[in-house]
């Protein structure tokens, strides 16, 4: 794994300071950035960019320039929206404490998502991250099943701790794979030519067997439903359920890491599992559910967490207190009364076949792999996936002032999960830009 991640974080990250792109105060903020943030940090694009404020789809550098934001699935609503700042605003004068005590705002907010899922995902848990959330998950899955075995994608990302960690391949090689995860390939008809359902399910029931063999019992199947570190695999609709049920016949659980693609992103469905036709034994948010704001959550059947239950007290500071559930309450509204879910479903669909109409004139671009407003698009040369053609390319879209990053293991193509407000204007934008960059790459 050394080789694709070190090429990728180069070509996307490659500044240092010194170099010369930046302003004489940007650069001074890069030397003190590295000095007081140290080595592991890294910054976007060969010229950094230097933000001071953002709205809706759009974030603004100090001299006012605005950046059309292609990237931040966090501020899911749209940057700074004024809803959410309202609500945060007001609790944060009101209360803010935690789940100890209790407290309508958290309980209404408890049973307004829970009511988004199917009726037997009928508890939550609340973190601050979704790293917490599927560490969280793992210890549940744990004591559940008396398994340790972990099985993920082989460019998985579910989070920095170090339980996560070792589940992230995507992350580098320093912590992952941990001794107990198994990882097997991405969803892909590349990697599945016999079909992408059957092989999948094939590549968990062989991972099971892995562990067995080495006295490891099966304890749990993790999976961001759109594989978005992998290169984004949102097809066909219906591949994961051969998948859960796999792991279930081994004594494990399923857990859809819903961090990238939940909260109707994915257009059709308010959630990715959906688009598969399978209920997870657990369901893992953050991101998008506090719109900036750091609040993530674990979604249970109730027989998934009763034998945690009985063994541990669960408790977390700021995971579940007054103000995030007020917060992710606003976003829940916005959501709702401003038609996201539906927006994601037409602009994502527009914006495919935007690029899938690009591709008859350039051959540059390769396959686009789509569901509502998360999009990967692989960048070519020669018919072949090129990852330096990648980065030249999302470098020049930051010079356009469009913001954009890549994805999959070697780092070959688009990633493209904007705000959710995202419009067939500024879906155009990006049509336009690229068919106007793409032959000088």
């Not at 003190?32 to 759009?58: D, I, K, M, N």
């Amino acid at each position: 794994m050394t080789g694709p991640i070190t090429r990728q974080t180069t070509m996307l990250n490659a500044y240092t300071p010194g170099a010369g792109h930046l302003s004489p105060e940007d650069e001074a903020l890069a030397r003190r950035r590295a000095r007081s943030l140290g080595p592991a940090y890294r910054l976007f694009y060969e010229t950094p960019v230097h933000l001071v404020r953002g709205q809706g789809v759009h974030l603004y550098d100090p001299d006012g320039n605005a950046y059309l934001d292609c990237y931040n699935n966090v501020a899911s609503v749209g940057h700074c929206h004024p809803r959410v700042v309202e609500a945060l605003s007001r609790q944060a004068a009101t209360l803010a404490t935690h789940t100890r005590y209790l407290h309508d705002g958290i309980l209404a907010y408890a049973e307004r998502l829970l009511a988004l899922f199917p009726a037997q995902l009928s508890q939550v848990m609340f973190t601050c991250t979704g790293s917490e959330a599927n560490d969280l998950a793992l210890r549940i899955a744990r004591a559940a099943t008396g398994g340790t075995g972990v099985i993920v994608t082989d460019n998985a990302y579910h989070g920095v701790t170090l339980a996560t960690a070792e589940m992230s391949m995507s992350i580098g090689p320093a912590v992952a794979p941990g001794p107990t995860v198994f990882p097997i390939p991405a969803p892909s008809a590349q990697n599945h030519p016999q079909g992408i359902a059957e092989g999948f399910a094939a590549a968990v029931t062989a991972a099971c067997d892995r562990m067995e063999a080495q006295g490891i019992q099966p304890a749990l199947l993790i999976v961001d439903t759109i594989f978005s570190s992998d290169g984004v695999y949102p097809d066909p609709e219906g591949f994961l359920a051969p998948a859960a049920a796999a792991i279930r016949a081994r004594g494990g659980l399923f857990l859809a890491d819903e961090v990238q693609p939940g909260f109707g992103r994915t257009g059709a469905q308010f959630w990715g599992f959906q688009r598969h036709g399978v209920i997870p034994d657990m369901v893992s948010l953050g991101k998008p559910m506090g719109n900036g704001y750091p609040m993530a959550g674990l979604v249970l059947q109730p027989g998934t967490i009763e034998e945690f239950g009985q063994q541990a007290r669960y408790f977390n500071t700021f995971g579940g207190n007054a103000v995030a559930a007020a917060v992710g309450l606003a976003v829940l509204d916005v959501i709702r009364d401003e038609g996201l879910q539906q927006n994601a479903a037409t602009v994502g669909e527009a914006f495919t076949q935007g690029l899938r109409s690009l591709a008859q004139r350039h051959e540059s671009l390769g396959e686009t792999r789509a569901a509502g407003l998360f999009v990967g698009q692989t960048i070519l040369s020669d018919g072949k996936p090129d990852p330096a053609r990648t980065a030249r390319l999302v470098n020049a879209l930051r010079d356009n002032r469009i913001l954009i990053s890549s994805t999959g293991p070697q780092g070959d193509s688009l990633k493209i999960r904007p705000p959710l407000p995202f419009s067939l204007a500024d879906a155009d934008q990006v049509l336009a830009t690229l068919d106007r960059l793409l032959p000088t790459l």
